[in-house]
C-alpha cells in the first residue's frame, strides 16, 4: 500500500513537472509572437544588404528571413511574417507591424525616407494616409493586390503600373548613397537622369496645379 501510494506520488510529480514545462513553452511562443516591431530610422540601411528577391529587397526586422523569403517567393501568394520589410527603392519601404495593429493594409506600415551617406530619415510614415515623391497614396497603389498577395504589387498582382521601370528602380537601388560606393551599371546613369527630370517635371505640374 505504502508503495502504491508512493508510485501515485511520483506520477503526479512527474504529470506536474510535464504540465509546468508545457506551460512555459506555451508563454516563450506566446511572448515570441507577440513581439513588438520597432521600425525606427536605425531599421533602413543600405538597400543592397537585404535579400534579394526579383526586383526588390527584402529582410525580416525580427530576424525570420526565411518566412519573409518563403512568403515572397510563394507562387500561389501568402502572407507575409510579422517584422518582413520590403523595399523596391531606397525611399520607399512597407513593414508589418504586429497582428491587429492595422487590419485596413494587413498591418502593413508605409514609410517615406529620405536618404544620404549617414543613413535614413523618416519623412513620413503611417498606414493609409502616406503620399509618395510623386503624390500618391502608398495604401491605394498597394490595395488591388491584398487578395492573394497580401498588399505587394508586382507584374500580374493587380496595382496600377508605377511611371518608372525596372532599369530606373535598379539604378536607385545600385546609387544608394547609404551603401558607400556605388554600383552603377551600363545605362543607369542615362536612367538616373529620367527619373530625376520625371520627379521635377511631376513637382512643377503639382505646383502649378496647387497656384491655380
Not at 528602380?169 to 520625371?198: F, H, N, V, Y
Amino acid at each position: 500500500m505504502k508503495a502504491a501510494i508512493m508510485i501515485g506520488q511520483g506520477a503526479m510529480i512527474l504529470f506536474m513537472t510535464l504540465i509546468s514545462s508545457a506551460v512555459s513553452t506555451a508563454a516563450t511562443v506566446s511572448g515570441s509572437e507577440a513581439a513588438v516591431v520597432t521600425a525606427d530610422e536605425t531599421s533602413f540601411s543600405c538597400i543592397r544588404d537585404m535579400t534579394p528577391v526579383r526586383h526588390f529587397y527584402v529582410d525580416n526586422l525580427l530576424g525570420d528571413i526565411e518566412g519573409t523569403l518563403a512568403a515572397a517567393n510563394s507562387p500561389e501568394g501568402a502572407i507575409y511574417p510579422t517584422g518582413s520589410v520590403v523595399q523596391l527603392v531606397p525611399t520607399e519601404v512597407m513593414v508589418k507591424r504586429e497582428p491587429g495593429t492595422s487590419p485596413a493594409t494587413s498591418d502593413w506600415e508605409f514609410f517615406e525616407l529620405e536618404v544620404n551617406e549617414s543613413g535614413s530619415t523618416i519623412a513620413k510614415r503611417g498606414f493609409v494616409d502616406v503620399m509618395n515623391r510623386f503624390d500618391g497614396n502608398c495604401f491605394t497603389c498597394h490595395v488591388p493586390a491584398k487578395e492573394k498577395w497580401d498588399f505587394i504589387c508586382e507584374s500580374g498582382h493587380g496595382c496600377e503600373p508605377i511611371p518608372i521601370n525596372h532599369k530606373m528602380t535598379g539604378a536607385l537601388q545600385r546609387s544608394d548613397p547609404r551603401c558607400g560606393e556605388t554600383a552603377l551599371e551600363s545605362g543607369d546613369t542615362m536612367a538616373l537622369i529620367k527619373l530625376k527630370t520625371m520627379v521635377i517635371i511631376g513637382m512643377t505640374k503639382k505646383w502649378l496645379e496647387d497656384l491655380f
